[in-house]
């Protein structure tokens, strides 16, 4: 996996753009008269390493083949690891890429049953890649909180990771009929969600909302609420600092 790769395909950082990526390498690949593993390597973002004899390509993002890359997972190997490989890419790893282009070459022969093959390297590191990603993902499902301002909710945060691709079809469940932005302003990425209608993302801090100008009644009810449910007598910040890392805390409304 440390080896010096003959070619860098250069993407920028974003699920589509590693997907494109994973695309190019593979018609690479084929390419080659006699691939090797680690002769190709995504670099995300800007080319931190350099190579001396590396051919550094830049990969420009194209949704057409993420998709294809999509369908190709989906119908080679399986759904649960398409689930695996978009939670790995979500992460924050910058070796994110070649993780999950290692585990799709040796998975597209292979099928389902890779994912079982926790001995090799690339399965054992996308599938702790997904791990971290599901675990943060499942517990912003339950701290996002939404401030209404008029015309739409609107909900900021700050994770580790990329949750925003992963908590989508939660709130879309959970809200259908409500117009929602929900913006990560460590990435400037915003899910979008009109009424009704299917969400999708926006790139850009054009997103920046002051929650302080607008008075929403019901913020004012859940610090209430907050701050009479705990039985004084048994206060234990330790415990709730394990539960719930302060981290995490500063889109709640009930811990501002």
């Known amino acids: 996996m440390n080896k010096c790769p003959s070619l860098i395909l250069q993407c920028e950082d974003s699920v589509e753009g590693i997907l494109t990526a994973i695309y190019d390498a593979f018609v690479e690949k084929n390419q080659m008269s006699a691939f090797k593993d680690g002769d190709i390597t995504i670099a995300i973002g800007e080319v931190q390493d350099l190579f001396l004899f590396a051919q550094i390509k830049t990969i420009q993002t194209d949704l057409d083949k993420a998709q294809k890359t999509i369908v190709s997972i989906q119908k080679k190997i399986s759904y649960l690891a398409y689930k695996r490989v978009l939670s790995a890419l979500c992460h924050y790893d910058t070796d994110r890429g070649n993780a999950v282009l290692g585990f799709l070459i040796k998975g ?12 090799d390297p690339y399965v054992m590191r996308v599938t702790e890649l997904a791990r971290k990603v599901d675990n943060e993902s499942h517990l912003f499902r339950g701290v996002i909180r939404f401030t209404d301002i008029g015309k739409f909710l609107y909900s900021e945060i700050e994770p580790k990771c990329n949750v925003l691709p992963q908590v989508l079809e939660h709130f879309e469940d959970r809200y259908p009929n409500e ?14 969600h009109p009424a009704f209608c299917q969400s999708f993302f926006v790139y850009g801090d054009a997103w920046n909302v002051d929650t302080s100008l607008y008075k929403d009644r019901f913020e004012e009810l859940w610090k209430e609420y907050f701050a009479h449910i705990e039985i004084k007598e048994r206060h ?21």
């Open 108 to 119: 597209f022969p292979m099928g389902a049953r890779v994912m079982e093959v926790l001995a």
């Open 179 to 192: 117009h929602y932005v929900i913006y990560d302003k460590k990435k400037k990425l915003a899910l979008v």
């Open 236 to 256: 234990n910040p330790k415990c709730q600092n394990n539960l719930l890392p302060k981290w995490y805390r500063k889109s709640m409304v009930e811990f501002q």
